[in-house]
């Protein structure tokens, strides 16, 4: 059982070029999300998802673009990397049972922007 | 913004010592989540306590939550080396749309010395 798979682990970009992170997983959890975190800061929501075509906003999502086409996939795409969005990276998915919303997080993809 | 607060930010204790950490908030909450974290890995859900709970145990944790002082505290008995980590609080919000999102403190530091 893998839970939660984000690859790359680490990506150095220059500024201005595009990239997607990618996140998987195989728990069939309707729900998913992408957290970067940086120093000092905590963790940021940047977007979620509640199923295979339907995604929201969250706290920080200027510069990233998402999409849900299958249940397991949900991928974050920079499309003009900034030095501000070096940072890392994380994926979480829930169940959203009984209320609640406990996650699973990946391990991670740490992002450098040049 | 963040709805968590961590206090302390860093806490450095002795192996077998208690560790206390504090968590406020701004808004009402359906639930509030402890979560972990090793150095360089993703975060890893400890404990859940509903808004109609005051007191919550797993282990070597317990969780209390005050909604009218909007304030919960994570209490880690008999630490271990092992324990060292950041912890974060996380906050169970619904946004707009209606569907719960979680949003995360700025983490508590602890070291646990042998």
């Known amino acids: 059982n893998a839970g939660v798979t984000q690859t790359p682990k680490f990506q150095v970009l220059k500024t201005g070029q595009s990239m997607t992170l990618q996140c998987a997983q195989d728990?069939?959890?309707?729900?998913m999300s992408w957290y970067r975190q940086d120093p000092g800061m905590g963790l940021r929501l940047i977007h979620y998802?509640?199923?295979?075509?339907?995604?929201d906003q969250g706290e920080v999502p200027n510069g990233y673009n998402v999409s849900r086409s299958t249940t397991e996939d949900f991928p974050l795409r920079l499309l003009s990397a900034a030095p501000s969005q070096t940072s890392v990276y994380f994926c979480?998915?829930?169940?959203?049972?009984?209320?609640?919303?406990?996650?699973?997080f990946g391990a991670g993809s740490r992002l450098t922007v040049l | 913004s963040q709805q968590g607060e961590e206090d302390p930010q860093a806490l450095s204790i002795q192996e077998g010592e208690n560790a206390t950490m504090n968590c406020s908030y701004k808004?009402?909450?359906?639930?509030l989540q402890w979560y972990r974290q090793n150095s360089g890995r993703g975060l890893v859900h400890l404990i859940l306590?509903?808004?109609?709970?005051r007191e919550k145990h797993s282990g070597r944790l317990r969780v209390t939550l005050d909604t009218s002082k909007k304030s919960s505290s994570l209490l880690i008995t008999a630490s271990r080396a092992a324990d060292t980590a950041s912890y974060f609080c996380a906050t169970d919000a619904r946004p707009r749309s209606g569907y719960s999102t979680l949003t995360f403190g700025k983490g508590t530091m602890l070291l646990v010395s042998p």
């Open positions: 979480a998915s829930s169940q959203q049972g009984a209320g609640a919303n406990v996650l699973t």
């Open positions: 998802s509640v199923g295979a075509g339907i995604t």
């Open positions: 808004t009402s909450i359906n639930n």
């Open positions: 728990m069939n959890h309707e729900y």
């Open positions: 306590i509903r808004s109609n709970e």
